[in-house]
């Protein structure tokens, strides 16, 4: 058993011990109090007044995909050959030695929504695990936790340089349309042949969306524009999906109409400059006016866009910027956990949760607060002695 005593325990289910304990035993929070008597068989951490919080959460990333320090080799981010690959799963490119999930733990990082680039109209399935481990069939939470899909600049650039579909907004709209409509075509004849007892082709490149389909998880659709959020909208209204709206940067100047969709948004990479025409709007006031408009709102870096050890960093920033320090922390912890649903064990501090903590000296979103401990699913995997 580990116990964690002494330190201001932010639990993010809207309870916070300014000098308070956690009990964990195995992996999982087994004690949530004011004090906690302390036993020979515990080993006692001390935070010493530092902020005590669930361990946070990358929404959106591509760490394990595009590999620190290594360019083709380790670089599996896209599969840039077909505008649809569905079938594509992120688990079976993801590198769990990739220097990138180090740096993730050492800043209080414990799990990831990790996957597939924006340069296909559809490019497949993100997974969200743990950042510690050697194998990463050991550290998954969700093997196929959301499908991803991208509008907007990105795929119109990389297929029209091939002098192929789509190299418009209404091609890749399309493309998207019909591979949906396929799938679901799809999706009846197989129900069909299930009923009357029939033989029936699996055909993976089209199974690949039933989950998507049947609401077992949802598109996680790129887009920064406000036209290209909008399109992603219409279509999942279309098709009865859910749906996340991953980077979000023109969010703030439609807000209403994204309340309305009743869809959440991970908003960033805002840390950086406006490299392309779609980002000329960035700021890093969106994740408040979206929040101020009743909108769940998620944090990401987008790493390797920004290192992912920045991910308090940028919360910090939006904080600054009207968001305030309590939704600043939600946004990286329970909101993330939320929109990745996984909200039944991770992104807070309570009784039967997965012991994934981070202890700092500080408030993590102020730069000259340092990572005093990491600990995932009950172990301690980072630890700050000098």
């Not at 909008?230 to 994204?258: N, P, S, V």
């Amino acid at each position: 058993m580990i116990l964690i005593k002494n330190g201001k325990v932010i639990t993010m289910n809207n309870i916070t011990y300014n000098r308070g304990c956690v009990l964990i035993e195995g992996n999982k929070i087994v004690r949530v109090d004011e004090h906690i008597d302390e036993t020979e068989d515990m080993e006692v951490i001390d935070a010493n007044g530092g902020w005590v919080i669930p361990g946070i959460i990358e929404s959106h990333c591509h760490i394990g995909l595009c590999e620190e320090g290594i360019r083709f080799e380790g670089d599996d981010i896209n599969e840039a050959t077909k505008p649809i690959t569905g079938h594509l799963r992120a688990i079976d490119a993801i590198n769990p030695l990739d220097e990138a999930f180090k740096d993730a733990i050492a800043s209080g990082v414990t799990s990831v929504m990790t996957g597939q680039g924006s340069a296909n109209v559809c490019g497949g399935k993100f997974v969200f695990m743990k950042t510690s481990g050697k194998c990463i069939d050991d550290m998954i939470v969700k093997k196929e936790a959301a499908m991803k899909v991208a509008l907007g600049e990105n795929p119109k650039r990389v297929y029209s340089s091939k002098q192929i579909s789509p190299s418009t907004r209404m091609a890749t709209a399309a493309i998207l349309r019909e591979a949906l409509m396929d799938a679901l075509n799809y999706k009846n004849k197989k129900e069909l042949a299930s009923k009357k007892g029939e033989y029936f082709d699996i055909d993976l490149k089209k199974e690949c969306f039933i989950d998507v389909l049947n609401k077992k998880i949802p598109l996680k659709a790129h887009a920064h524009r406000a036209d290209d959020i909008l399109t992603a909208i219409r279509i999942a209204k279309e098709f009865d999906l859910d749906m996340t709206l991953d980077h979000c940067t023109e969010g703030h100047l439609i807000q209403e109409y994204i309340k309305k969709s009743g869809f959440s948004a991970i908003v960033g990479p805002s840390l950086t400059s406006r490299s392309k025409v779609e980002l000329k709007n960035r700021t890093f006031k969106t994740a408040s006016i979206l929040n101020q408009a009743g909108i769940e709102v998620a944090i990401t870096t987008d790493h390797p866009v920004i290192p992912i050890q920045y991910l308090p960093i940028c919360a910090g920033f939006a904080a600054k910027e009207g968001l305030g320090v309590e939704e600043g922390l939600k946004a990286i912890t329970i909101n993330a956990a939320r929109i990745c649903k996984v909200d039944d064990r991770l992104g807070s501090i309570e009784v039967g949760k997965d012991a994934d903590i981070a202890i700092f000296t500080g408030n993590p979103m102020e730069v000259f607060t340092q990572t005093l401990y990491t600990i995932i699913d009950g172990k301690i995997v980072y630890y700050k002695n000098n």
